[in-house]
């Protein structure tokens, strides 16, 4: 492990056991941009060589913060600039459960977090403008989502039902205390 990632792992250490630390209310200055990249595979990156220690994934995952559309790592003396191709989480496993209220969604992603579908963890999706392919995401926390990966999704496709919305068809799906669309019959956006 290089000096910046291993001091940086040093900062962290006092956090890996408790709960999130309070990364949105820490203010240091910006000092500078460390060669972290998180991939839209989910895969963590720096200087060009995957990390491969979930632990530390994990670890570095929980002092992510996003300002507009960057994203910075934070702790209470730096905020180090990363790179995110897409989403900082890969939502892989999600588990349907009947309520008396009815289906709650809980998704899971590449860095352990989980999170029921509703309304404080809202579903999205957006169409790529370039493929015309949708991409799905699922709030994790603080303006984070997670890219809801291809075999999920089509898990979700297919507990959808149509409804019209606005004199449209809409395939919709609802989660706890909130009901999203995942797209329209039409095909537009």
Not at 78 to 85: A, G, P, Q, S, T
Not at 132 to 143: C, D, L, Q, T, V
């Amino acid at each position: 492990m290089s000096d910046a990632l291993s001091e940086l792992h040093k900062r962290l250490g006092d956090f890996e056991e408790s709960g999130l630390p309070p990364v949105h209310s820490w203010d240091p200055e910006t000092c500078g941009e460390m060669d972290l990249e998180i991939r839209r595979d989910g895969s963590w990156w720096y200087q060009g060589t995957p990390i491969e220690r979930k632990r530390l994934i994990k670890l570095f995952s929980r002092v992510l913060r996003k300002e507009g559309d960057e994203y910075f790592l934070v702790t209470p003396v730096e905020k180090l600039k990363i790179r995110v191709d897409d989403a900082p989480f890969l939502a892989v496993r999600m588990e349907q459960l009947e309520t008396d209220a009815g289906l709650l969604l809980i998704f899971e992603d590449n860095c352990d977090n989980r999170v029921a579908a509703g309304a404080k963890h809202p579903l999205r999706v957006d169409i790529r403008p370039e493929t015309r392919e949708p991409a799905p995401y699922i709030r994790i926390r603080n303006g984070l989502d997670a890219l809801i990966s291809r075999p999920l999704f089509y898990d979700l496709v297919t507990l959808a039902t149509p409804r019209t919305i606005g004199g449209r068809e809409a395939m919709t799906l609802c989660s706890g205390d909130a009901c999203f669309i995942l797209g329209y019959l039409d095909g537009k956006s």
